[in-house]
């Protein structure tokens, strides 16, 4: 960034993660306690404490639970006559071969690719902050955003076993349970939240993303 665009953080202000209140940072001293919000008293600083580490533990965990994700079943159907064990892929299988295929390409693109590009764009904007890459500030944060704005549409299949389970329980034609996928692919989606979450976009912008990760 040139010097006629300082950064917030170079003219003293700070944003209160709490509360978004900007306030301007308090004149340093010997005695001078950690700077609070004047709004709701929220500890102020200047980048995110530790928002490196706390976002790759959070993928980390995330990308361990994708594969059973997938792989365990979702759904577990029984009735009088059969029982069925259905995974996300079986799931978009099913309403393929049912001729349901704008449902099946919607449930695959939100529950299959949706979670496995936020991960790989999420790893992007770690290791290209760890590694104090300077180039496409404008684009990172964008993409930054962007997995912001699609993050609430991952839990659609979530959604739909739940809808399922309701009606199907009000109608008593059968059985339906939550599988174990379920609670993986869940635990997913509010991983990468949360990876997402402790990540500080602000980081893109340093021009030395390993000293400014330092600050308190």
Request: charged share 15%.
């Amino acid at each position: 960034m040139s010097p006629a665009q300082p950064t917030a953080a170079q003219l003293g202000l700070l944003a209160c993660d709490c509360c978004g209140l900007l306030s301007r940072r308090a004149p340093a001293g010997p005695q001078r306690l950690a700077a609070a919000c004047p709004r709701c008293g929220a500890h102020l600083h200047s980048r995110k404490p530790h928002s490196i580490g706390r976002a790759w533990a959070y993928w980390i965990a995330a990308v361990v639970l994708y594969f059973p994700a997938n792989l365990l079943p979702i759904m577990q159907t029984s009735s009088l006559f059969d029982s069925q064990r259905d995974t996300i892929m079986s799931g978009v299988i099913f309403l393929w071969n049912d001729g349901s295929w704008p449902l099946a390409l919607l449930v695959f693109f939100a529950s299959v690719v949706v979670p496995l590009l936020k991960l790989i764009a999420l790893a992007y904007l770690l290791v290209t902050v760890q590694i104090g890459m300077s180039r496409r500030r404008h684009q990172r944060t964008r993409l930054y955003r962007m997995l912001e704005f699609v993050g609430r549409w991952s839990m659609l299949d979530i959604y739909v076993v739940t809808i399922l389970v309701a009606l199907v329980h009000l109608q008593s034609l059968a059985e339906i349970e939550a599988g174990p996928g379920a609670i993986a692919f869940g635990a997913v989606v509010v991983l990468t939240m949360l990876a997402a979450m402790s990540f500080d976009p602000r980081l893109i912008w340093d021009a030395n993303p390993a000293q400014e990760r330092q600050h308190a």
